[in-house]
């Protein structure tokens, strides 16, 4: 029995690699053998998305089976012995990794995807380095804008088909699809639709290769010079996780920002892999004009002066004032820390009377987004 009162998951044992390990019964392969630290190669699956095992890069061998075996889409067994690497394994993954790049194009240099791009690394690894295939490359629509935050590029996409099962299954908005065949086979909007849902950015994170850029992040920063910081959106109550990716060693780029974007970052119980576009483009405020040092006014004069000198001037002129004729008001947008620090000074430290002001409202859905637009009244 489990702490929290459910039965305790089955577990199996397998051996990968040479490795053995204990997993949840149901799990795959290419979880399995990530808990190992060995990265089986896929393009098609997502932890968030359903399995359709279109991409065929996670083949691997498996003792007793008589042909090779879809990662994905294979649950761990008891007593199964997996090989991820071995010489069947490793050509057949060279095989589709060549197939993939029939009709690829050669963007990687002008390309955002350029130093985070899973085809990319994936040749580094996998790549057949003499190739076998000759065929001419089928060119096929470039850069068309699909919406208000994404740009399409069909020549890039590898047609995983992770964009279309995010748009069925997470959102229900179901814009894009699969259209043609063979070699023509392409990812489209639905005629008479756009790509305008509120979680239409996450396409841009699930997206393999560059097909589906974002058109804020376009041709802005190289991801090679973004830093990473860990934080949480301030965009409404939900508090999903995010990471910030900025720079500032380079004042040149995009007219000196320092946060280039926004990405969700995965937590279970909160946000799961997703994060909305309001909190994923709602960082520009964060740059423009900011305040970074304290000011006084005196005779109508601003002058900058120390963090003490300024609270020092704030106290006395709250103290000029009787104390029962103002009340002083806080944001929600507040952090606890600063909520204490308010109801220290002005309440027990001054006596006056301290509220908090009424939260933004805004829409809210049954994925992520919440009415109340402030991160902190609960606080």
């Not at 061998?61 to 010489?87: I, N, Q, W, Y």
């Not at 993939?100 to 994936?122: A, M, V």
């Not at 005196?298 to 001037?313: I, K, N, W, Y």
Request: aromatic content about 8%.
């Amino acid at each position: 029995m489990a702490s929290n009162g459910k039965p305790a998951p089955k577990m199996v044992k397998l051996t990968i690699n040479g490795q053995e390990i204990e997993v949840r019964e149901g799990t795959n392969l290419v979880d399995a053998a990530e808990q190992l630290g060995i990265e089986v190669p896929h393009y098609c699956y997502h932890p968030g998305l359903s399995i359709p095992a279109n991409c065929r890069i996670c083949q691997c061998e498996v003792e007793g089976a008589p042909k090779l075996v879809f990662g994905c889409r294979t649950p761990a067994k008891d007593g199964m012995v997996v090989h991820t690497d071995s010489p069947k394994a490793k050509a057949a993954q060279q095989l589709v990794q060549e197939f993939l790049l029939c009709n690829h194009p050669l963007d990687c240099p002008i390309c955002d995807k350029s130093g985070e791009c899973t085809l990319q690394n994936y040749y580094m690894e996998y790549g057949q380095y003499q190739p076998v295939m000759i065929e001419n490359k089928y060119k096929k629509h470039k850069a068309t804008p699909i919406g208000p935050t994404i740009v399409l590029d069909t020549e890039r996409c590898i047609l995983c088909s992770r964009c279309v099962r995010f748009c069925d299954e997470v959102t229900g908005t179901s814009e894009l699809g699969l259209f043609n065949r063979n070699n023509h086979t392409e990812i489209g909007v639905v005629p008479g639709q756009a790509l305008d849902n509120p979680y239409s950015g996450n396409l841009v994170d699930i997206c393999p290769v560059g097909a589906l850029g974002d058109r804020d992040f376009r041709f802005k920063c190289r991801v090679w010079y973004l830093q990473h910081t860990e934080s949480i959106c301030p965009g409404c109550a939900k508090g999903c996780n995010i990471t910030v990716d900025w720079q500032t060693r380079r004042r040149h780029i995009a007219g000196g920002a320092r946060i280039m974007r926004l990405r969700p970052r995965f937590h279970e119980e909160v946000n799961g892999h997703w994060m909305c576009d309001d909190g994923r483009y709602g960082y520009g405020w964060h740059d423009e004009n900011r305040v970074t040092a304290c000011a006084v006014k005196t005779a109508g004069v601003q002058s900058e002066v120390l963090p003490r000198e300024a609270f020092d001037a704030a106290v006395a002129r709250f103290l000029a004032v009787d104390r029962q004729a103002w009340t002083v008001v806080v944001s929600t947008f507040l952090s606890n820390e600063e909520l204490f620090l308010a109801r220290t000074l002005f309440a027990e430290g001054l006596g006056v009377r301290v509220a908090v002001g009424p939260p933004p409202v805004g829409v809210e859905d049954a994925l992520l987004r919440r009415a109340d637009k402030s991160p902190n009244t609960a606080g």
